[in-house]
């Protein structure tokens, strides 16, 4: 159970039986978990790295189990300082990738123009779209986070609808909250009837069109798309774009069946929800990443505490943990 804290099967059953029998020693430790003497030093040398076992004030030579509620919550925030750090690291790539792609978009050069072109504006991005979906033939791949825009549902509907009069095959992955909305559902449910095919996941990489495997559009800004689109058509990049899709695909359901629990008893959005917080995130920034909002985060959080019996949002990780939830 203790292994997501980093400890080993034999550190943490000396760990355990430490706290319960605080005077025994190496033999006494061995004997009863029926390991060898060499054995419990190295579990002893273990605890004493996480900082789970302490020196003895009141005896010399000997030493003393730390409280879980102090040493593990301990390990709890060190793991979290460490995912912390490369959480902005990932955040600076990011943002340093996202510089160089705008940077190599800029240039004038005639290779770069014709392999990422930046477009601006709600109007000319949405004629841009409708362009490449004319001269598509063959497949259109797409990511739709979030809840869609009114106006963005409407000329989807319109292009896929011409698109799939062509036979051009459309898979979209759409977000599951997308459920709580009507007017997202009801596009979902408009493009299934009409022969694409929809799955749904909790969370999804920004938004993304991928025409003939050939020209992608992606956003500028992931966090508002109105910013501006980026269309690419280096081989390179866009091979790497379907490749991301088809992870997400493969990991997506079809958008009705996608809150059905699995055998553990937990909707895929649950088990997100969970990962999200464990990682430090507010019911705010996790009920962003899954589209939802902060109040439904909470109600979620409160009947997953509620079934598994948990006192503390920190006791539920635990408690997830051991139930093979995470």
């Known amino acids: 159970m203790l292994e997501f804290f980093g400890l080993g099967t034999s550190a943490e059953d000396v760990y355990r039986l430490m706290l319960t029998k605080p005077s025994w020693g190496v033999a006494e430790l061995a004997e009863e978990l029926a390991i060898g003497q060499d054995q419990v030093r190295c579990a002893l040398d273990e605890l004493f790295e996480l900082s789970l076992l302490r020196r003895s ?30 959480t902005q690291r990932i955040a600076a790539g990011q943002a340093a990738m996202a510089a160089m792609v705008a940077e190599y978009a800029d240039r004038q050069s005639p290779r770069s123009s014709t392999e990422a072109e930046q477009v601006l504006g709600m109007d000319a991005i949405l004629q841009r779209i409708e362009e490449l979906s004319d001269s598509a033939r063959v497949e259109l791949l797409s990511i739709m986070p979030g809840v869609q825009a009114p106006q963005a549902v409407e000329a989807a509907q319109r292009n896929n609808a011409e ?8 898979r979209t992955a759409m977000q599951e909250a997308a459920r709580n909305d009507k007017g997202t559902l009801a596009y979902a449910q408009s ?32 966090v508002n798309t109105t910013h501006g689109v980026l269309q690419l058509t280096g081989r390179g990049v866009v091979a790497s774009l379907v490749a991301l899709f088809e992870q997400v695909w493969a990991s997506a359901v079809p958008l009705g069946a996608s809150k059905a629990p699995d055998r553990q008893g937990v909707t895929p959005q649950e088990r997100e929800l969970l990962k999200l917080l464990g990682q430090g995130h507010t019911d705010d920034s996790a009920g962003k990443r899954l589209g939802v909002s902060e109040r439904t985060c909470r109600r979620m959080m409160a009947d997953l505490m509620e079934r598994l019996g948990a006192r503390s949002r920190f006791e539920t990780g635990l408690l997830a943990a051991r139930e093979g939830w995470l």
């Open 57 to 86: 004030v009141e005896q010399e030579g000997h030493v003393r189990a730390v409280s879980p509620s102090v040493g593990l919550q301990s390990l709890l925030a060190k793991q979290q300082a460490e995912l912390d750090q490369r």
């Open 163 to 170: 698109l799939l009069a062509r036979n051009v095959t459309i």
């Open 191 to 222: 493009l299934t009837d009409a022969g694409a095919e929809v799955r749904a996941a909790p969370l999804l990489p920004p938004r993304m069109l991928v025409f003939d495997r050939s020209i992608a559009i992606v956003p500028v800004d992931p």
